[in-house]
């Protein structure tokens, strides 16, 4: 919460400044900071609802069941419905697990999904580790599918690579693909992951020009 106040505060700060150099007649600098200032404000949304995902989720064991509250920010590029129940554990065929990648205005990255397959066929989604190809990489979900596949003994299915629509930066126009279509070959795959790799290190670079910018102007 803090992290995403602060690029808030940053934003806000280069958005004046591109206000104050259009009216003193410097218009490309101004459309600069501008863009900058978007992609600043997409940034403090990408980590606001990140942080409300991991404020509401948690699984805990009782013998035989696992207890699941699952907020609907669990996965950036869709809107889940919240989960609030018990699972017996003899009713779980599976975890399901397979790699996400998304490209957006020239940006990529990859997630990966992790969700119970019930015997009676239907997927509860659990969550996700985001952005795997770059720096900010957060795998918290699959270290907690780590403990719930030894704790229970359940099989875990890595169902490969798809690829979903990322829309408008991840906020608008998302598609995630049905957990029914086949995954990638390795070598399309490993194309996306390199393709993803570039495309962090150029977000990166860009947040890293929007912050020194924003704080000399």
């Known amino acids: 919460m803090a992290v995403a106040s602060v690029i808030s505060l940053l934003a806000l700060t280069a958005g004046g400044s591109a206000g104050a150099l259009l009216f003193h007649g410097e218009p490309a600098f101004a459309l600069l900071l501008a863009v900058l200032t978007v992609w600043m404000f997409v940034l403090a949304d ?7 995902a991991k404020r509401g989720w948690s699984i805990e064991f009782e013998p035989g069941k696992l207890l699941l509250n699952l907020p609907t920010r669990r996965s950036l590029m869709q809107r889940l419905a919240r989960e609030h ?9 599976t975890i399901d697990t397979r790699l996400e990648y998304f490209r957006s205005f020239g940006l990529a990255t990859v997630h990966r999904s992790y969700g119970l397959r019930m015997r009676s066929g239907q997927l509860i989604v659990l969550g996700e580790d985001r952005a795997l190809s770059g720096d900010l990489a957060e795998e918290t979900v699959g270290q907690i599918v780590d403990v719930i596949a030894l704790k229970t003994g359940l099989p875990v299915r890595d169902l490969g690579m798809v690829e979903g629509i990322g829309g408008c930066l991840g906020v608008l126009f998302t598609s995630v693909p049905g957990w029914e279509e086949s995954g990638y ?3 399309r ?21 929007a912050l020194i910018l924003s704080a000399v102007t």
Do not use: H, K
Not at 85 to 93: G, H, K, L, N, P
Not at 189 to 209: D, H, N, P
């Open 46 to 52: 990408y980590v606001w609802r990140d942080c409300l």
């Open 85 to 93: 129940r018990d699972v017996d554990i003899s009713e779980i065929a």
């Open 185 to 187: 070959p390795p070598a």
């Open 189 to 209: 795959q490993a194309m996306l992951w390199r393709r993803a790799g570039a495309m962090e290190t150029i977000a990166s670079i860009i947040t890293l020009a």
